[in-house]
């Protein structure tokens, strides 16, 4: 049912003055590109996370740096861009792993040409779908942005002792939104 939600909150996807705001707030110009790469409902479900995180936050008695947090939450899809996965190849993605993984990480393939075949697009949103974490982690540490870079790369990753509560947070604010 969450996956209906969340197909359903993307095609009605748009965001507001006080979304942009927030956005102003936690994100310099070279971020906020990187923001902005991304496609509008992977905009609002990176929004949607990180105001589940500053909730979260909130209740957490743990020391927290909510900068780092909110950076990390609006930052955490980057490696998925406009260019690279549509929504139907995030869906066919989505399923093809739930009812086949196997097959689905066998047809996973980077392809950086810009004349994709149909077959080449959906086995390239199959690769970003997998590796989008460590994607966008590489584009953070381009832009010197190194403990947000550490948080992302890991977001996807099973929980270990010792992983930072903003990293925990994250995943925890992902997995509701």
Same mark, same amino acid.
């Given at each position: 049912?969450?996956?209906?939600?969340?197909?359903?909150?993307?095609?009605?996807?748009?965001? #507001?003055?006080?979304?942009?705001?927030?956005?102003?707030?936690?994100?310099?110009?070279?971020?906020?590109?990187?923001?902005?790469?991304?496609?509008?409902?992977?905009?609002?479900?990176?929004?949607?996370?990180?105001?589940?995180?500053?909730?979260?936050?909130?209740?957490? #008695?743990?020391?927290?740096?909510?900068?780092?947090?909110?950076?990390?939450?609006?930052?955490?899809?980057?490696?998925?861009?406009?260019?690279?996965?549509?929504?139907?190849?995030?869906?066919?993605?989505?399923?093809?792993?739930?009812?086949?993984?196997?097959?689905?990480?066998?047809?996973?393939?980077?392809?950086?040409?810009?004349?994709?075949?149909?077959?080449?697009?959906?086995?390239?949103?199959?690769?970003?779908?997998?590796?989008?974490?460590?994607?966008?982690?590489?584009?953070?540490?381009?832009?010197?942005?190194?403990?947000?870079?550490?948080?992302?790369?890991?977001?996807?990753?099973?929980?270990?002792?010792?992983?930072?509560?903003?990293?925990?947070?994250?995943?925890?604010?992902? #997995?509701?939104?």
């Amino acid at each position: 049912m969450q996956r209906v939600i969340q197909f359903w909150r993307a095609i009605n996807a748009h965001l #507001s003055g006080s979304d942009f705001d927030f956005i102003n707030i936690y994100l310099n110009k070279k971020e906020q590109n990187l923001f902005f790469a991304m496609r509008l409902y992977d905009q609002r479900h990176v929004l949607n996370v990180a105001y589940t995180a500053r909730r979260l936050a909130q209740k957490d #008695s743990a020391n927290i740096n909510e900068k780092l947090l909110m950076k990390a939450c609006l930052l955490h899809d980057v490696g998925r861009t406009a260019e690279d996965i549509f929504l139907f190849d995030k869906v066919f993605a989505v399923l093809l792993d739930k009812y086949l993984p196997k097959t689905a990480h066998k047809l996973a393939k980077y392809n950086n040409s810009r004349n994709r075949s149909f077959w080449k697009k959906r086995r390239h949103a199959l690769f970003i779908y997998y590796h989008h974490a460590a994607i966008g982690a590489e584009k953070l540490q381009k832009i010197k942005l190194y403990d947000i870079a550490e948080i992302i790369k890991y977001h996807h990753a099973p929980p270990k002792y010792g992983d930072c509560r903003e990293l925990i947070i994250l995943r925890k604010a992902d #997995s509701l939104n």
